[in-house]
């Protein structure tokens, strides 16, 4: 696999992209120095991929699945990631700032020191995502029964008041420091 340049093959869009992984599901390619500011990769296959501090910024990502990928200090704001699968991610203090996140599945993702100023979260899957000190500012569409379901709430950051009273009242154990969240 050493003859492919994996950048190559993602410039040629995203239906090649998807069709190299799915024929090769157990090399994790790499992609220094992209750009995906403002790309629309709707439905592309990044699992398990490392991300660490790339600009996705106002991309258009639909669909696309991040599963088990690393996506720490990952720019996402202003992103469309309706119905995206970040399922398992490692996805600490990412930024996702205004991120459109309808029907997005985090079970189990790392959001630790997160951004979420602003997103937009109607129908975001969130059991048992860490969300310590998550900055959610703003955040619309949050309801009581996708917090009941997060790994950890502890330190949480400007949660609206209606929706924090109603964890400490339903589940105050979320707001206490638990005994592992990474």
């Not at 024929?23 to 995906?36: M, S």
């Amino acid at each position: 696999m050493s003859d492919i340049n994996f950048g190559d093959l993602f410039r040629e869009g995203v239906a090649s992209w998807n069709a190299w992984r799915k024929a090769h599901p157990d090399v994790i390619p790499g992609l220094p120095d992209e750009q995906f500011s403002y790309e629309d990769l709707s439905g592309i296959d990044f699992s398990g991929m490392h991300l660490d501090y790339e600009d996705l910024s106002s991309a258009t990502l639909i669909g696309a699945n991040f599963s088990n990928a690393e996506l720490d200090h990952t720019d996402l704001s202003d992103a469309d990631l309706k119905n995206a699968n970040f399922e398992g991610a490692n996805a600490a203090c990412v930024n996702l700032w205004g991120a459109f996140l309808e029907g997005a599945n985090f079970r189990g993702a790392t959001l630790a020191e997160a951004s979420l100023k602003e997103t937009h979260l109607q129908g975001a899957i969130l059991d048992k995502a860490n969300l310590w000190r998550a900055y959610l500012l703003d955040a619309e569409g949050l309801t009581v029964v996708q917090l009941s379901r997060v790994k950890t709430l502890w330190e949480i950051i400007d949660l609206d008041s209606q929706l924090l009273d109603a964890v400490r009242e339903h589940n105050p154990k979320l707001l206490h420091k638990p005994e592992s969240f990474f």
